[in-house]
């Protein structure tokens, strides 16, 4: 089997993102250099795969390295589901502020700090049940998600049980897409929009996911967007593939619709090396067109990616607490480096010319993230190491017992559509009131967790 070039960056698993209600386990992969602002991309796995799967077969790292986009892979497994499914059918997995969802959304809050993202470019994208997940994912947080990209998966919140999940993936379910649109608008009630992008893919000969998906999909998202169902334009792509075309009032693709031709179940690869080529071939991976390459394009993440060749990465990477605010870290030199640039939680916070370096000033009990990276005599940095998190030693984390109305006005929280959550882990914490009261826990900067009764 084909496998694409060697990525430039390091694919890597993350722990530590937060509370993770939905048990789920954290990969990043970025290409090497990449500069703070850079966009972020969620991509899920189908059902019996895994993370490492996605990376080395979905095409996302090529995409990453040639436009410059860190990527996010999370991973669901056997206790959560037997197929290893994420549970885009389950209300208690699938909502904002629970589950799996909420897992996701941490991870996406942790990325941002690893890698500086620029919060008004994230996307998500998934195949099958992933795919199921990250519509679910757009309609809780249209807040959070610029825009998405459904392959060979149902409609946002067409099931709540997994009883109703069959029915979901194999049938008509005969609503309007007025209907449609209604289980968006719910799962965030009160969010005025803006809405997401939404790149829908689907194989015309699909037995498990039947393209029904599709046309329900197509009725959802431009019912939310308000732009109907007549199709602004209509083009052929490589692959046998059909796209149409639905344009917002400014012009603008908001949903694209994508039909391959005779292509069964499975996320569209095009293994090669041209400009619309991506991806390698495996189970449920189907040689037919790029999907990740016209996804990106619709999404607009085209725009000037970066190249940077840098230097390696420094080896070696040693993070230990010294006191309760403070982490000497020491790392091997790299040849050819004249400084060495360290990142704390994705931030540069250091240029030390040694191969050692302490940290001060942090607070007690939390954890950090650090990496370095190798700055040639040009001032290029090169890759970053592998990332490695220390927790500096003190009491109990800082808790914070108020109502709503003050742990938003503490910045303590957040409030979306009169809902209030937790700042950094996304937990619901219920109306924004001074009836309401919930106690906070501060794990990390900027990152608190529901405590009611254990601080």
């Not at 209600?21 to 954290?26: E, I, Q, S, T």
């Not at 940077?308 to 993070?319: D, F």
């Amino acid at each position: 089997m084909p496998f694409p070039a060697a990525a430039s960056g390091t694919f890597q698993q993350v722990t530590g993102f937060g509370s993770n209600p939905g048990k789920l386990a954290m990969y990043t992969y970025a290409p090497a250099g990449l500069p703070g602002g850079a966009p972020l991309v969620v991509a899920l796995h189908g059902c019996t795969q895994t993370a490492d799967d996605y990376y080395r077969h979905s095409g996302w790292p090529e995409l990453a390295d040639r436009y410059g986009f860190a990527v996010v892979f999370p991973q669901t497994g056997a206790a959560n589901n037997p197929l290893s499914c994420f549970r885009w059918f389950d209300a208690a997995q699938n909502a904002r502020g629970v589950g799996e969802a909420a897992s996701v959304l941490q991870m996406v809050t942790r990325a941002g700090g690893l890698f500086g993202t620029d919060r008004s470019r994230v996307f998500v994208t998934g195949l099958s049940a992933g795919g199921g997940m990250a519509a679910d994912l757009l309609a809780d947080y249209p807040d959070v998600f610029a825009g998405g990209a459904v392959d060979a998966g149902p409609p946002a919140h067409c099931a709540a049980t997994l009883s109703a999940a069959s029915s979901c993936q194999n049938d008509d379910q005969r609503l309007t897409p007025a209907q449609w649109a209604e289980k968006v608008r719910r799962a965030d009630p009160g969010h005025p929009g803006p809405w997401p992008r939404v790149a829908i893919w689907q194989g015309t000969a699909d037995t498990t996911v039947r393209p029904v998906n599709a046309t329900e999909l197509r009725d959802q998202w431009t019912a939310v967007w308000g732009i109907g169902q007549n199709p602004s334009g209509t083009r052929s792509l490589p692959g046998g593939t059909t796209e149409t075309r639905y344009d917002d009032a400014g012009g603008r693709p908001a949903v694209a619709l994508h039909s391959i031709a005779g292509m069964g179940h499975g996320l569209a690869v095009a293994p090669g090396s041209g400009a619309d080529n991506c991806g390698a071939t495996g189970a449920y991976f189907l040689d037919a067109i790029c999907s990740g390459y016209h996804t990106a394009l619709f999404w607009g993440l085209d725009s000037g990616g970066p190249t940077v060749p840098g230097l390696p990465a420094p080896s070696g990477l040693t993070a230990t607490a010294t006191g309760a605010d403070t982490v000497a870290l020491g790392w091997q030199p790299v040849t050819g480096a004249v400084s060495y640039r360290v990142f704390r939680d994705g931030t540069p916070v250091a240029n030390p010319t040694g191969t050692a370096w302490t940290d001060g000033g942090l607070s007690a009990g939390t954890a950090y993230g650090y990496a370095v990276a190798a700055v040639a005599a040009d001032g290029t940095a090169g890759a970053r190491s592998t990332i490695v998190t220390v927790t500096t030693p003190g009491g109990p984390a800082a808790c914070w017992t108020t109502d709503n109305y003050h742990q938003v006005a503490a910045g303590r929280a957040t409030l979306t559509g009169g809902l209030v959550y937790a700042l950094g882990s996304g937990q619901a914490m219920g109306l924004w009131n001074t009836f309401t009261v919930h106690t906070l826990r501060r794990t990390g900067p900027d990152y608190y967790v529901l405590a009611d009764g254990s601080c």
